[in-house]
C-alpha cells in the first residue's frame, strides 16, 4: 500500500523538485554538476557557476512547489545515483530525501530554478531534508527514528527480523520485489553502503598512509552499523542492495551463497548437514552436533564438492548424488520443501512416497516431521501422509501394510494399516502392539520400543520387563520380520502382518480412476490440474504458479540410463516423478533443463535434467498405458 | 490375433542425412502391444488388453499368460534366439514399487510352453542361452539358472551396503568365470569375478572416480568394462579384461578415454567386436544435450559417430539389434548403412 500511495504521488512531489538538481558537496564547489550528459542541466550548471555567489538561502515558497519538473531532470537525479539504489528511489520519492539524509546522494546542495524570481537558488540538503520528513515524508521521520543506529532499543528486534528464507526461486523473485517496495530497504541500503564506503577508506588510508587511528575510527563506525543491523542481516542486504535492480542475480546470489549455511544454522535441518557429513564425523560428534561443527561440515563441503555424492547409509536412497556445489544449486531451484531428510530405500511403496511428497507440499504444516534415521525415523515423512490420505478416502489398501490382532478369548480379529518405525504415531507398529497390550496389562499404559534383534539380551535384566520389538536389519516401513517380547514372553502367534498394497496413482478405467491417488488428491485438496505436454507449457505452469508443481509417471530406464538398462522396447519401470522447479541461470534460460524429484532420489537430491529426457521417459510410458493416459500435470491451488 | 507381422522399416529423410545408420523403427501394430519379434518375423509376441500374453507363430496365435489384473512385461533374447525371457510385473499398476521383484518365465522361442523360473529383475541369457542370470533386491542375490537341467545352480550375495537401487551387471565367461558389478561400503564400484566351484571372489576393475558407474558387455568374447561418469570434465574410460581364462589377479587395459559425459551403459553384440554407447556433446555443464550414439572399433580402436546431434538417451540390444530411444521415438541400427 505504501508503495503505491508513493507512486502516485510521484508527480507531485516532484513539484518540489523545481527545476532542481544536485550539485557534489565538495568544497571545490565551482566544479561543474554531476549532469554534464543532460543538454538542459548543462546550460543551467553554468548558469549556476556564475550565479552561485548570488543564490539566496532555503525559500520555503519554492518548495511549496509552482514548476514540475522535468523528466530529463529526474533522470538526471536517478542517473547519478549509486546504480544499485536507483531502482529504490525511483520507486518512492521519500527514499530520495532519505538517502540525502544519510548523505548517500554524495550531495549536501539542492539547486533549484525558481521561475517566480527567474533566478537559479541553492538549498543545503539538511534543510530539504528537514521539510519533507515534517512534510509529506513524514512516514520517513518515522522510520528515521527507529532506524537510526543510536536507536539501541530497536536494535534487538531489527537484528532478530531476518530476511525470510525462500523456499524456491519463485518465492525468491517475490522476496525480491517485497523488499524493493519496503521503505526500510532504502535505510538497510544506505547503510551497507556506508559500510563499503567505510571499509574501502580504511582500505585506502592502510595503503597510503598508514594511519592507524583513522583506520581504527573507520572500522568502528563500519562495525557500528554492522552490529545495529545483525551481521546476517547485513550479509542479505549487502546482496539485496548490490542488486536491487536485478532479481535474478540477487536470487542466484542469496540462496547458491547460503543454503547449507542456513541448513547448518537452524537447528530443525541441522541433521540434514549431519547426514551429509556423517563420514567426517567421529564417534564422539555423533551424539552432540553443534553449530559450529555443522560450519565445519559445510566448510568440507565448501572444499570437497565430492563429498555430496554420497551419503550416510541411513538414510537410504539412489546414489552417487550432485556434487556439493550442484547439489546446493538444486536444492535452491527446487519447491519441495526439506524439512525432514527423508529414505526412501527403506520404503516398499512408491506410490506412498510419492503422494506423501505431494500432500507435504501442499499441506506442510499439517505434516512437519522431525529429523532422524534411527530406527526407520526417516520414512516417516514418506509414510504418514499418504497412509492418512488413503484412509480419509477409504483406499487403506494403497499403502499395502497390514497388521492384525486376534483376541484369543474373545475370537474377535482387529486389522488396521501400520507403518515400521519407532515413533508413536498412530499408524506406527509400536503403537499397534501398545493397543493390543491394553487386553493384557490391567493398569497403565504400556510403551514398546523396537530395537534391533541382536541388541536384546533376554538374560539382561532391563529386558526381563517391558514390551520390546525385536526387528531385523532387513526391515523397511512395509514389510519387517520381528518379534515381540511382553515381560519376557512372545506375543507373535496372536500378531500378523501382511504386504498386499492395492493403489492405483491414476486410474485404469473410469471406474478406478475415481478412486486413484491423483483424483482423489484432487477432489480432497481442490487443486487444479492441468497437462504438461511440452517444455513451453511445463516453463509456463511454474512461472504462473509459484506453489504448484508437476507430477507424473516416467520410465525409468530413460532418466536413470545408467542404472536402469534397457532390455526391449516395451520395458519400462515406473516411476512417479515430481518437476519442482526449472534451472534459471542466466546461462541457461534457453535451455530446458528442469528440477526432477523421483522417488528414488532422497527429498535432498533433487537432480536437473533436460527435457528432452523428461519427455522421452513419459512419452514411453504413456504408450504402454491401457488407455494411453498422458501422466505428467501441473498441480497447483 | 492372427496377424502376419511385418516389420516395416521407414527410412526418414532427416536421418538419412544426418545420421547414416539408425533408422525410425515402425511395425504394423502399435509397439505398445508388441512384445518381441523374431529378426525374420516369423515369430512374435503380443500382450493384449484381456489380461493375455500370446505368441503368433506362422498365423496361429498361442496364448502364453492370462493374469488376474493389468500387468506389463518386456522381453530378454541374445543375437542367437533359441530361448526368450519374460520379466512379468502381475501388479504394474496397482503397486509401483521400482525395487520390487517381478516374475520371470522362460520359453523357447517358437514354443508354446512357458515356465516361471523365478522372481527378480534384470534377466539375461549367456553361453548360448543355456544360462540365465537374474537379480533380486529383496535377497540381494545374483541367482544362476541352468536352462537344460531347470535349475537353480547358484548364486551370488552382492555386497552393496548403501544403494537399494543398484542393479548389478552380469556377464558369463564360462560356467566357473563369472564377472559382475558391486558396491562396497566406501561407495566404490567394483567388477569382480567369481568361481562358484571354489566359491571364490577375485577383483578386476575397480573405479577411480567417485561418480562413475560401471557396465560391463561380451563383444567377440572380449569382456569389456566401461567405467563411465555422466559429468562433463570427468574422465570416462573402455578398458579390456586381458587374462579371464587364466588365474588371477587379473588385469585390465584401457583401450579408450575421453572427458566428456558419457551416459547410460556400453552395448555390444558377441558376434562383432563393436561397442555402442551415449556420449554427450554437450557444452554447457548443466546439460547433457546434444548426445549422440557412438560406436568403438574394438580391432581398429578408434571410433566414430553413429547419430548427429540427435538426443538419444538409451542404446540397448534386443535380439541382437541394436535400438536406441529419441525423442519419444524408437530407432533401430540399420547394419547395411552403417557399413
Known amino acids: 500500500m505504501f508503495h503505491r500511495f508513493w507512486q502516485s504521488l510521484l508527480n507531485k512531489v516532484f513539484l518540489f523538485f523545481i527545476l532542481c538538481f544536485v550539485t557534489k558537496s565538495h568544497a571545490q564547489s565551482e566544479v561543474p554538476g554531476l549532469f554534464e550528459s543532460l543538454d538542459v542541466l548543462i546550460q543551467v550548471d553554468q548558469k549556476n557557476q556564475r550565479k552561485q555567489t548570488e543564490i539566496p538561502l532555503f525559500d520555503r515558497r519554492i518548495l511549496q512547489g509552482q514548476i514540475f519538473l522535468e523528466e ?557 493416459k498422458w501422466s505428467l500435470n501441473g498441480i497447483s491451488r | 490375433m492372427g496377424l502376419v507381422v511385418k516389420i516395416i522399416l521407414i527410412l526418414n529423410l532427416n536421418t538419412l542425412l544426418f545420421a547414416q545408420s539408425l533408422i525410425p523403427f515402425t511395425a504394423k501394430v502399435p509397439t505398445a502391444a508388441l512384445v518381441y519379434f523374431t529378426k525374420d518375423a516369423e515369430i512374435s509376441y503380443y500382450k493384449k488388453r484381456s489380461h493375455t500374453f500370446d505368441m503368433v507363430a506362422k498365423n496361429k496365435t498361442t496364448q502364453l499368460l492370462k493374469l488376474d489384473e493389468e500387468f506389463h512385461l518386456w522381453p530378454h533374447a541374445s543375437y542367437l534366439e533359441k530361448r526368450i525371457v519374460f520379466e512379468v510385473d502381475p501388479t504394474y499398476y496397482s503397486h509401483l514399487n521400482i525395487k520390487k521383484d517381478n516374475d520371470l518365465y522362460l520359453s523357447q522361442i517358437g514354443s508354446n510352453e512357458i515356465e516361471l523360473i523365478g522372481r527378480g529383475i534384470q534377466p539375461k541369457l549367456h553361453l548360448a542361452d543355456t544360462w540365465i542370470s537374474f537379480y533380486s533386491p529383496s535377497r540381494k542375490r545374483i541367482f544362476f539358472y541352468h536352462a537344460p537341467s531347470k535349475e537353480l545352480k547358484f548364486n551370488i550375495e552382492v555386497n552393496n551396503p548403501i544403494n537399494p537401487y543398484f542393479i548389478p551387471q552380469v556377464e558369463m565367461i564360462n560356467p566357473q568365470t563369472i564377472v559382475y558389478t558391486d558396491v562396497n561400503q566406501k561407495s566404490q564400484t567394483a567388477a569382480l569375478v567369481f568361481n562358484p566351484i571354489s566359491e571364490s571372489f577375485e577383483p578386476l576393475y575397480q573405479t577411480t572416480q567417485a561418480d562413475s558407474f560401471l557396465s560391463l558387455c561380451n563383444a567377440q568374447s572380449q569382456l569389456v568394462i566401461a567405467d563411465f561418469s555422466q559429468k562433463q570434465g570427468n574422465l570416462s574410460a573402455l578398458h579390456i579384461a586381458l587374462n579371464l581364462k587364466d588365474s588371477p589377479p587379473y588385469q585390465t587395459k584401457q583401450i579408450y578415454q575421453n572427458d566428456s559425459a558419457h551416459i547410460g551403459s556400453i552395448t555390444c553384440k558377441e558376434t562383432d567386436n563393436l561397442i555402442y554407447f551415449i556420449k554427450s556433446f554437450s557444452s554447457n555443464p548443466s546439460s547433457l544435450l546434444p548426445s549422440d550414439l557412438v560406436r568403438f572399433n574394438l580391432s581398429e580402436m578408434k571410433y566414430e559417430k553413429i547419430s548427429h546431434n540427435s538426443n538419444i538417451n538409451q542404446v540397448y540390444l534386443m535380439g541382437g539389434e541394436v535400438f536406441a530411444s529419441q525423442k519419444s521415438k524408437i530407432l533401430i541400427l540399420n547394419e547395411e548403412g552403417s557399413q
Open chain 1, 72 to 628: 530529463k531532470q529526474l533522470n538526471s537525479i536517478l542517473f547519478n545515483l549509486p546504480r544499485n539504489l536507483t531502482t529504490l528511489g525511483q520507486d518512492n520519492p521519500c527514499s530520495l530525501i532519505h538517502l540525502m539524509n544519510i548523505n548517500q546522494l554524495g550531495v549536501d546542495h539542492i539547486l533549484f530554478f525558481d521561475r517566480n524570481e527567474n533566478q537559479l537558488k541553492r538549498v543545503g540538503s539538511d534543510k530539504i531534508v528537514h521539510h519533507y520528513l515534517n512534510g509529506i515524508c513524514s512516514t520517513q521521520r518515522a522510520l528515521d527514528k527507529k532506524l537510526n543506529v543510536r536507536n539501541q532499543s530497536a536494535m534487538a528486534q531489527i537484528r532478530n527480523t531476518l530476511i525470510p528464507i525462500p523456499k524456491h526461486i519463485d518465492q525468491c523473485y517475490q522476496l525480491h520485489k517485497a523488499l524493493g517496495e519496503n521503505p526500510e530497504s532504502t535505510y538497510f541500503c544506505g547503510y551497507v553502503h556506508q559500510v563499503e564506503r567505510f571499509q574501502q577508506i580504511a582500505q585506502e588510508s592502510g595503503q597510503v598512509s598508514q594511519n592507524i587511528n583513522q583506520i581504527r575510527s573507520t572500522n568502528l563506525r563500519a562495525q557500528k552499523i554492522i552490529d545495529f543491523m545483525g551481521k546476517n542481516n547485513f550479509k542479505d542486504y549487502q546482496i539485496f542492495c548490490r542488486n536491487t535492480d536485478q532479481p535474478r542475480k540477487f536470487c542466484d546470489q542469496i540462496m547458491n551463497a547460503r543454503f547449507f549455511e542456513r541448513m547448518a544454522k537452524n537447528s530443525l535441518t541441522l541433521p540434514f548437514v549431519k547426514s551429509q557429513c556423517s563420514n567426517l564425523q567421529t564417534k564422539s560428534h555423533s551424539t552432540g552436533y553443534s553449530t559450529e561443527k555443522a560450519m565445519n561440515c559445510i566448510q568440507a563441503m565448501n572444499s570437497k564438492p565430492e563429498l555430496c555424492l554420497f551419503h550416510n547409509p541411513s538414510y537410504s536412497s539412489y546414489f552417487p548424488k550432485e556434487i556439493c556445489p550442484s547439489l546446493e544449486e538444486n536444492l535452491n531451484l527446487s519447491r519441495l520443501p526439506i524439512l525432514s531428510y527423508d529414505c526412501p530405500g527403506k520404503v516398499e511403496n512408491d506410490l506412498a512416497i510419492q503422494a506423501s511428497r505431494i500432500l507435504s507440499f501442499f499441506e506442510p504444516d499439517k505434516y512437519n516431521y522431525q529429523w532422524g534415521s534411527k530406527d526407520l525415523s526417516c520414512t516417516q515423512a514418506l509414510t504418514v501422509p499418504y497412509i492418512d490420505f488413503a484412509s480419509k478416502i477409504d483406499q487403506e489398501q494403497g499403502w499395502g501394510t497390514q497388521a492384525c490382532y486376534k483376541n484369543p478369548k474373545k475370537g474377535s480379529r482387529r486389522c488396521q494399516p501400520i507403518v515400521f518405525h519407532n515413533h508413536s504415531s498412530k499408524n506406527s507398529f509400536r503403537s499397534f502392539i501398545e493397543k493390543t497390550l491394553k487386553d493384557f496389562q490391567t493398569k497403565g499404559n504400556v510403551e514398546c520400543q523396537l530395537i534391533a534383534k541382536e541388541l536384546f539380551d533376554p538374560k539382561r535384566l532391563e529386558y526381563q520387563s517391558g514390551c520390546y520389538i525385536l526387528i531385523e536389519p532387513s526391515c523397511n516401513a512395509n514389510q519387517c520380520p520381528f518379534e515381540i517380547k511382553f515381560n519376557n514372553r512372545s506375543l507373535d502367534p496372536l500378531v500378523d502382518v501382511q504386504f498386499e498394497p492395492k493403489g492405483w496413482y491414476s486410474g485404469l478405467s473410469e471406474k478406478t480412476s475415481n478412486f486413484s491417488f491423483e483424483q482423489s488428491l484432487i477432489r480432497q485438496l481442490k487443486l487444479s490440474s492441468q497437462s504438461i505436454k511440452n517444455a513451453k507449457q511445463a516453463k509456463k505452469f511454474l512461472e504462473e504458479n509459484p506453489n504448484g508443481i508437476i507430477h507424473g509417471i516416467a520410465c525409468a530406464e530413460e532418466l536413470y540410463p545408467q542404472n536402469y538398462r534397457r532390455q526391449g522396447f516395451s520395458q519400462c519401470r515406473p516411476l512417479p516423478i515430481l518437476i519442482t522447479g526449472r534451472d534459471r541461470k542466466v546461462t541457461n534460460q534457453n535451455e530446458n533443463i528442469f528440477v526432477v524429484q523421483s522417488v528414488i532420489d532422497s527429498n535432498s537430491s533433487p537432480r536437473l535434467m533436460d527435457w528432452s529426457y523428461i519427455h522421452n521417459a513419459v512419452h514411453l510410458y504413456h504408450q504402454i498405458h491401457p488407455q494411453k
